[in-house]
């Protein structure tokens, strides 16, 4: 656990850390919560000045989903059902340690106010149903489960009314609560700076990040290796999406995708993984030019930080196709044949090229054909 004044803050953002390094695309993390659990939560949260707060009973998280499905439970029903079939587990020893905010609140405040007014589950699970209902209200009168979330949502708004809001799209997809107003109104206030600016609020596993008019949350990026071997037909499994290359002869002409003829062998690579960009021949046999990355990317209007793990398409010739957006001049005939650049011959085959990512603020590009 890293040094600093918070030991329990510090202690779940490395817990957090570590689930989201194991937590692929289309899986879950489940855990055990509790509704002793959500209830501290929430009265810690409120004695610290931080909010009212909920723990969510599921979000996204990394690059799947994280579940907690006891949160209607109280602790005593769960031990008493463990106990019941001879479970054991193990006590964390820090449990019982009263210097922590936590344990004191748990410990010897909970058991007093409960003593006091009863079942404390029961009437906060009140409350939140009166303030799940203005959530939901405010959700559907913005939108703020879209994603992105565009930056209109903002204008016309007080700071206060702001970073409420604010808060509040983050909820929706990761737990927002371990980030101070004073972080959001930072956030806030660099919104308001030019378009060339690139504010950037670090949120759970992942970070919120504006790109032209609307905020993104950007899970970390998929572990890549530096190249991968394809052929046609096939598909190829990413972490952040999958690849498919069919025989032009044999897809659908209205299929989407980019119709290109390429030189065998075939690979796929990214920006990241290259010493040096390469470029795309583009234009016509009599005008032909080359494109940068950057200038396609822009176009195509992908943001800066899915760039360098976008698929690129290599063939005998080099880049061929810049997945899903653009690809290289060639020309292809109805039945298939045609020739590459003007170069054709024996190992070329005539493909087409459909990149589908998962995550969804990623943009799946035109799907357009090459340049001919």
């Known amino acids: 656990v890293p040094a600093g004044s918070n030991l329990e803050a510090r202690a779940r953002a490395a817990r957090y850390a570590a689930y989201g ?29 931080r909010g ?22 109280p602790r005593s029903s769960l031990r008493a059902y463990g106990d019941s079939r001879g479970l054991r587990w193990l006590e964390d ?3 019982a340690d009263l210097s922590l905010d936590r344990n004191f609140l748990r410990h010897e405040i909970l058991p007093a106010l409960t003593a006091r007014f009863g079942q404390l589950n029961e009437r906060l699970g009140r409350v939140e149903q009166h303030q799940a209902g203005l959530a ?18 903002f204008h016309g708004l007080g700071s206060s009314a702001r970073r409420a809001v604010l808060r509040r799209s983050l909820t929706l997809k990761v737990p927002a609560a371990g980030v101070s107003d004073a972080a959001l109104d930072e956030f806030l206030a660099q919104l308001d700076a030019a378009n060339d600016r690139q504010p ?35 598909r190829l499994q990413l972490p952040h999406g999958e690849l498919i290359l069919s025989r032009a002869d044999e897809a659908d002409p209205g299929a989407p995708g980019q119709r290109l003829l390429l030189k065998l062998p075939l690979s796929v690579t ?20 080359r494109r940068t990355l950057k200038a396609i990317f822009a176009d195509a209007g992908i943001p800066p930080w899915e760039r360098g793990t976008w698929p690129l ?18 020309e292809i005939a109805g039945d298939g044949v045609g020739h590459l650049g003007g170069r054709g011959g024996e190992g070329t085959v005539a493909a087409v090229i459909e990149w589908r990512p998962k995550a969804p603020g990623a943009r799946a590009g035109r799907q357009g054909t090459g340049t001919s």
């Not at 289309?26 to 949260?45: G, K, P």
């Not at 209200?137 to 489960?145: F, I, K, M, P, V």
Request: glycine share 10%; proline share 7%; charged share 25%.
């Open 200 to 234: 950037v609020l670090a949120v759970g596993v992942g970070t919120l990040r504006r790109f032209r008019e609307a905020l993104f949350f950007v899970a970390p990026a998929p572990d890549l290796e530096a190249a991968y071997a394809c052929e046609v037909p096939g």
């Open 313 to 330: 398409v290599m063939d005998g010739e080099g880049l061929a196709a810049v997945a899903g957006i653009e690809g290289r001049r060639s």
């Open 136 to 153: 939901e209200a405010l959700d559907a009168s913005l939108g703020l489960r879209r994603e992105p979330l565009p930056l209109a949502v």
């Open 21 to 49: 390094e194991v937590v692929g695309a289309e899986e879950a993390l489940v855990l055990a919560h509790h509704a002793d659990d959500r209830l501290d939560s929430r009265l810690l949260h409120l004695l610290q000045g």
């Open 93 to 95: 020893p820090g449990n």
């Open 52 to 73: 009212n707060y909920w723990i969510p009973g599921e979000r996204a998280f990394a690059r799947g989903r994280l579940l907690r499905p006891l949160l209607t439970l």
């Open 270 to 289: 990214f920006a990241a993984k290259l010493d040096r960009s390469p470029r795309l021949e583009v234009g016509t046999r009599t005008a032909p030019f």
